[in-house]
C-alpha cells in the first residue's frame, strides 16, 4: 500500500548550557532565513528559556534584552541564598512575567515542552501544561547554583541532569525530522588545558611576561595576594568561595621552599562544580543521542564561554549562527 506524501514535523530540541544558551537565539534566527519553521519546540535548562519566548512569539523583544546585558545588570539579577543553591532565581522570573507573555504552555501556538528533573527519584519530568515562567523556572534550577523549585508534589531540577539536548522528547511530540542543538559538544577542548590555563580568548594585561601554551596565549599564575580588585565580578565569586586547600599549598611553599616548583592552583567549588556539570552534560548527551539520533545537529563551537557569561550574549549568538549556517545544507535532501 502506497502511503500518502506528507510534509514533514520538525521539531526543535535546545540544549542546556547557561550562558552558552544564549547561542540559540543564533540557530532560530538562521533557521528562519532558510524559512524553517519549527513545528514544535522543547528545551532543556537555558534552552528552555530561549525556546519558551520563541514559542510565545517574544523571541526578538527578549533577544534584543538580553544584548543589552552587561556585568552589573547580571550581578542585579542575582539573589543570593543560603539553603538549596547560591541564587533563588526569582528576580529573573519575576522579570519574565512582568516583561513578557507568561501565558499557559498548552495555550501556545507553537507546542512547547521544558525538561526537569525529579531531585528525590531522578526521573525526567516533561513540563507541558501551566505557565511558562514556572516551567522554565523549574528547568534551569541548576544544582549548588539555583534552588530547586517545589511543583506538583515534586521537587525539581534542571532538566540538563537528565537530559541536556531533549531530541528524544522532541520525538515523543510528534517529530519527524528533529533538529538538536548541543551546546556542549566542544566543551572538552575546554577543559583539556591545563588547570592553570586561562579560557581559550583570555585577554593578557599589558606588560605582563610569562610562560605561553602552544596557541600564544600567555598563562596566568595564582596570585599570591588576597586583593580583588583587578578581577571581575566571576573571580570575585568563585574566589568567595576558594577551597582552603589552595591557599594551604601556596603557605607551604612560602615557608621554606620557596626553591622548589610551586603548586598547581586548586581549583575554586564554583570551577569544580560547573566543569563538573559540564562533563556530565556531555556524556549523556553522547549516550542518548545514540540511542535516537537527531536528523540533525547543530554544535556550535561555544569552550572559550563560562557558564556564567551571560554578559557575552553577542559572541555566543554569533556562533550558534554560524554554525547552524554550516550545518542546514544536510537538510537538502529533505527539501524542507
Keep these: 500500500m502506497a502511503l500518502t506524501p506528507r510534509k514533514p514535523v520538525i521539531g526543535l530540541a535546545l540544549g542546556s548550557g547557561s550562558?552558552?544558551?544564549?547561542?540559540?537565539?543564533?540557530v532560530l534566527r538562521a533557521l528562519q532565513e532558510a524559512g524553517i519553521r519549527p513545528d514544535i519546540v522543547c528545551g532543556s535548562s537555558i534552552g528552555a528559556l530561549v525556546g519558551a519566548s520563541y514559542a510565545a512569539g517574544e523571541m526578538e523583544r527578549f533577544e534584543e534584552w538580553v544584548l543589552g546585558l552587561g556585568v552589573r545588570k547580571v550581578f542585579g539579577f542575582m539573589d543570593f541564598n543560603i539553603a538549596g543553591g547560591m541564587l533563588k532565581g526569582e528576580k529573573l522570573i519575576e522579570f519574565w512575567r512582568s516583561h513578557f507573555v507568561d501565558s499557559a504552555l498548552e495555550d501556545l501556538s507553537t507546542p512547547f515542552a521544558a525538561v526537569a528533573t525529579d531531585l528525590h527519584s531522578g526521573a525526567e519530568v516533561w513540563?507541558?501544561?501551566?505557565?511558562?515562567s514556572e516551567a522554565v523556572r523549574a528547568s534551569i534550577a541548576l544544582p549548588g547554583l539555583f534552588t530547586p523549585v517545589y511543583r506538583e508534589g515534586r521537587l525539581l531540577v534542571d532538566g540538563g541532569i537528565v537530559n541536556p539536548v531533549p531530541a528524544s522528547l522532541a520525538r515523543a511530540m510528534g517529530a519527524d525530522i528533529v533538529i538538536a542543538v548541543d551546546l556542549n559538544a566542544d566543551i572538552m577542548r575546554r577543559h583539556m588545558l591545563p588547570l592553570d590555563a586561562p579560557p581559550p580568548g583570555t585577554p593578557v594585561r599589558a606588560g605582563e611576561g610569562g610562560p605561553q601554551d602552544e596557541a600564544g596565549i600567555e598563562q596566568q599564575e595564582l596570585p599570591l595576594d588576597d586583593s580583588h580588585q583587578s578581577q571581575g565580578w566571576m573571580q570575585r565569586l568563585q574566589g568567595s568561595v576558594k577551597g582552603a586547600a589552595a591557599w594551604q599549598s601556596v603557605a607551604a611553599w612560602r615557608q621554606g621552599r620557596a626553591n622548589e616548583p610551586k603548586p598547581p592552583p586548586v581549583p575554586s567549588l564554583l570551577d569544580v562544580v560547573m566543569t563538573s556539570v559540564n562533563i556530565m552534560q556531555m556524556r549523556?548527551?553522547?549516550s542518548r543521542m545514540a540511542g535516537d539520533p537527531?536528523?540533525?545537529?547543530i554544535a556550535p563551537r561555544l569552550s572559550h564561554m563560562g557558564l556564567l557569561d551571560f554578559h557575552r550574549a553577542r559572541e555566543a549568538i554569533d556562533e550558534g549562527y554560524a554554525a547552524a549556517q554550516a550545518a542546514l545544507p544536510?537538510?537538502?535532501s529533505w527539501r524542507l
Design 294 to 297: 537527531p536528523e540533525l545537529v
Design 284 to 286: 549523556i548527551t553522547r
Design 19 to 26: 550562558a552558552r544558551g544564549w547561542a540559540h537565539f543564533g
Design 127 to 132: 513540563l507541558r501544561k501551566g505557565s511558562i
Design 330 to 332: 544536510a537538510l537538502n
